[in-house]
C-alpha cells in the first residue's frame, strides 16, 4: 500500500491520478488532497476518497470546505502553509505534485525535506531550481519520479540500463495546434484556437505553452534535471501523432522509444506504482490505427520559445527562473485577452534582458528573481 499526497488533485493531472487511485484500492491509499479555489469539486473528491486531510489555498473558501466536510473525519486546512505542513505528514509516502507554476516550488522543497518520494507533474518547480531540487533530494534520498508523458517514456527506456551512460535523448513534440504556420498567422491567432490542443486534454497553462512551444522548452529543462544530462544531449523532434512519447539513444548508438496512445493515466500510473506496472484496461494502441508515425524538425524561428529555453538553459543560474515567471505572466495575460500569441515571446525576451543574472542563486535568490521578473513582464502586460 502507497499513501499518496496530491497537490492540485481538481486540475487535469490531479482528477486522473484519482482515477488511477480508485482502480487500484489494493495498491494506493489517499491521504491528502489540494486545491486552490474549485472548493466544490475538493468537497466531492473528499467525500468520494475519504482522505486524512484537504487543504483549500484560497483562505475565504475555507468555511465552505469545513461545513461541507464537517460530519467527516476529516481534517480541513486553508492556505499556502497549510498546502506546505501537510506535505510533511507522517502518514504519506509519496506526494504528486499536480499544481501548477511556480507556487509547486516550495511544497516540493518541504515535501524532499520531509523524505517523501515525489511523483512530479509540476514541471516548473525544475526548471526554475532545478539544481537545488535534485541535490535536496539527493541530500534526502529522495526518488523523483517523472509523470510528464516525454520524461515517462526516457525513465521506461532506462529501467535496467542504469550502468550505461545515455549518449542523447530526445523528446517528442506533437507541434500543437500552430504547427506549420508563419510568424505572420500567428499573429492573429485566438485564445480559443490555441486552447485547442490536437493530442491532449489539459489544463489552460500548459496547453498554451504546448501551443507556443513553450511546453517543450521547459520539459528541455526538466530532462537536464531529472536525468543528469549536459545541454547538448537534449534534442527535440516533432512528431503530430503524439504515439512514440521519447527516447533514448545509448553509447553503441541504440536507439530505446516508448510508445503508446497519448493518455496521461499511463505515465501517472507508471509514477505512482513504480517499479510495478499495474494492470489496467486503457485502450491499447494499434498500428492499424496510426499507419503513418510522421517526425519533423522543430520550427525554432517562428517558435521562439523553444530556442529561448534553450538559451536560458545554456545561461543557467536564474535565468530558467526569469523565463518561468515571465511567461506565467504572459500566458495569464494572454488567456485574458490582453496580449497576443507573439507577444508572449516578447515579454519573454525582454523580461530575460532585463532582470539581474545571478550564477549560483540560492533559495531566496530564486525567490527575488521570480518577484522581479513578474513585475518586469507586468509592465508590458499592463500597459
Ligand atoms: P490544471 O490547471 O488542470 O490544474 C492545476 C491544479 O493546481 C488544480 O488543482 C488547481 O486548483 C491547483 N492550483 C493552481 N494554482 C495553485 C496555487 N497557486 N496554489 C495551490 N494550488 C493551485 O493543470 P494541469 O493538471 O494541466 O497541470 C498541472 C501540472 O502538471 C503543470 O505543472 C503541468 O505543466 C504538468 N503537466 C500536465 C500535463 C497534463 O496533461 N495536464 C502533462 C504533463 C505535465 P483549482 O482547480 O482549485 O484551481
Ligand atoms: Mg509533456
Same mark, same amino acid.
Given at each position: 500500500?502507497?499513501?499518496?499526497? =496530491?497537490?492540485?488533485?481538481?486540475?487535469?493531472?490531479?482528477? #486522473?491520478?484519482?482515477?488511477?487511485?480508485?482502480?487500484?484500492?489494493?495498491?494506493?491509499?489517499?491521504?491528502?488532497?489540494?486545491?486552490?479555489?474549485?472548493?466544490?469539486? /475538493?468537497?466531492?473528491?473528499?467525500?468520494?476518497?475519504?482522505?486524512?486531510?484537504?487543504?483549500?489555498?484560497?483562505?475565504?473558501?475555507?468555511?465552505?470546505?469545513?461545513?461541507? !466536510? #464537517?460530519?467527516?473525519? =476529516?481534517?480541513?486546512? $486553508?492556505? &499556502?502553509?497549510? /498546502?506546505?505542513?501537510?506535505?510533511?505528514?507522517?502518514?504519506?509516502?509519496?506526494? /504528486? &505534485?499536480?499544481?501548477?507554476?511556480?507556487?509547486?516550488?516550495?511544497?516540493? =522543497?518541504?515535501?524532499?525535506?520531509?523524505?517523501?518520494?515525489?511523483?512530479?507533474?509540476?514541471?516548473?518547480?525544475?526548471?526554475?531550481?532545478?539544481?537545488?531540487?535534485?541535490?535536496? *533530494?539527493?541530500?534526502?534520498?529522495?526518488?523523483?519520479?517523472?509523470?510528464?508523458?516525454?520524461?515517462?517514456?526516457?525513465?521506461?527506456?532506462? *529501467?535496467?540500463?542504469?550502468?550505461?551512460?545515455?549518449?542523447?535523448? =530526445?523528446?517528442?513534440?506533437?507541434?500543437?495546434?500552430?504547427?506549420?504556420?508563419?510568424?505572420?498567422?500567428?499573429?492573429?491567432? &485566438?485564445?480559443?484556437?490555441? !486552447?485547442?490542443?490536437?493530442?491532449?486534454?489539459?489544463?489552460?497553462?500548459? &496547453?498554451?505553452?504546448?501551443?507556443?512551444?513553450?511546453?517543450?522548452?521547459?520539459?528541455?529543462?526538466?530532462?537536464?534535471?531529472?536525468?543528469?544530462?549536459?545541454?547538448?544531449?537534449?534534442?527535440?523532434?516533432?512528431?503530430?501523432?503524439?504515439?512514440?512519447?521519447?527516447?533514448?539513444?545509448?553509447?553503441?548508438?541504440?536507439?530505446?522509444?516508448? !510508445?503508446?496512445?497519448?493518455?496521461?493515466?499511463?505515465?501517472?500510473?507508471?509514477?505512482?506504482?513504480?517499479?510495478?506496472?499495474?494492470?489496467?484496461?486503457?485502450?491499447?494502441?494499434?498500428?492499424?490505427?496510426?499507419?503513418?508515425?510522421?517526425?519533423?524538425?522543430?520550427?525554432?524561428?517562428?517558435?521562439?520559445?523553444?530556442?529561448?529555453?534553450?538559451?536560458?538553459?545554456?545561461?543557467?543560474?536564474?535565468?530558467?527562473?526569469?523565463?518561468?515567471?515571465?511567461?506565467?505572466?504572459?500566458?495569464? $495575460?494572454?488567456?485574458?485577452?490582453?496580449?497576443?500569441?507573439?507577444?508572449?515571446?516578447?515579454? /519573454?525576451?525582454?523580461? !530575460?534582458?532585463?532582470?539581474?543574472?545571478? *550564477?549560483?542563486?540560492?533559495?531566496?535568490?530564486?525567490?527575488?528573481?521570480?518577484?522581479? *521578473?513578474?513585475?518586469?513582464?507586468?509592465?508590458?502586460?499592463?500597459?
Amino acid at each position: 500500500m502507497k499513501r499518496i499526497a =496530491i497537490l492540485g488533485s481538481t486540475g487535469s493531472i490531479g482528477t #486522473q491520478a484519482l482515477e488511477v487511485i480508485k482502480a487500484n484500492p489494493e495498491h494506493f491509499e489517499l491521504e491528502v488532497i489540494t486545491a486552490h479555489s474549485n472548493a466544490d469539486l /475538493l468537497i466531492a473528491q473528499a467525500l468520494a476518497f475519504k482522505p486524512n486531510a484537504v487543504v483549500i489555498a484560497r483562505e475565504d473558501l475555507y468555511e465552505q470546505v469545513q461545513d461541507a !466536510l #464537517q460530519h467527516e473525519n =476529516i481534517k480541513v486546512y $486553508a492556505g &499556502t502553509n497549510a /498546502l506546505c505542513s501537510v506535505v510533511e505528514m507522517g502518514d504519506i509516502d509519496m506526494v /504528486l &505534485t499536480a499544481m501548477v507554476g511556480y507556487a509547486g516550488l516550495l511544497p516540493t =522543497i518541504r515535501a524532499i525535506k520531509a523524505g517523501k518520494q515525489i511523483a512530479l507533474a509540476n514541471k516548473e518547480t525544475l526548471v526554475v531550481a532545478g539544481q537545488l531540487i535534485t541535490e535536496l *533530494a539527493r541530500a534526502h534520498g529522495v526518488n523523483i519520479y517523472p509523470v510528464d508523458s516525454e520524461h515517462s517514456a526516457i525513465f521506461q527506456c532506462l *529501467a535496467g540500463e542504469f550502468h550505461n551512460p545515455i549518449e542523447k535523448i =530526445i523528446l517528442t513534440a506533437s507541434g500543437g495546434p500552430f504547427r506549420g504556420r508563419t510568424a505572420e498567422e500567428l499573429r492573429h491567432v &485566438t485564445k480559443a484556437q490555441a !486552447l485547442k490542443h490536437p493530442n491532449w486534454d489539459m489544463g489552460a497553462k500548459i &496547453t498554451i505553452d504546448s501551443a507556443s512551444l513553450m511546453n517543450k522548452g521547459l520539459e528541455v529543462i526538466e530532462a537536464k534535471w531529472l536525468f543528469g544530462l549536459r545541454n547538448e544531449q537534449i534534442e527535440v523532434v516533432v512528431h503530430p501523432q503524439s504515439i512514440v512519447h521519447s527516447l533514448v539513444q545509448f553509447e553503441d548508438g541504440s536507439l530505446k522509444a516508448q !510508445l503508446g496512445l497519448p493518455d496521461m493515466k499511463l505515465p501517472i500510473q507508471y509514477a505512482l506504482g513504480y517499479p510495478n506496472r499495474l494492470k489496467s484496461d486503457y485502450p491499447r494502441f494499434s498500428f492499424m490505427d496510426y499507419p503513418q508515425l510522421t517526425f519533423e524538425q522543430p520550427d525554432l524561428k517562428t517558435f521562439r520559445n523553444l530556442q529561448l529555453a534553450y538559451d536560458a538553459m545554456e545561461k543557467g543560474g536564474n535565468m530558467p527562473c526569469i523565463l518561468n515567471a515571465a511567461n506565467e505572466v504572459a500566458v495569464s $495575460a494572454f488567456l485574458k485577452d490582453k496580449i497576443g500569441f507573439l507577444q508572449m515571446s516578447d515579454i /519573454l525576451e525582454s523580461c !530575460l534582458a532585463k532582470v539581474a543574472y545571478i *550564477a549560483h542563486p540560492s533559495y531566496d535568490d530564486y525567490v527575488d528573481t521570480d518577484r522581479e *521578473a513578474r513585475a518586469a513582464a507586468a509592465t508590458v502586460t499592463d500597459k
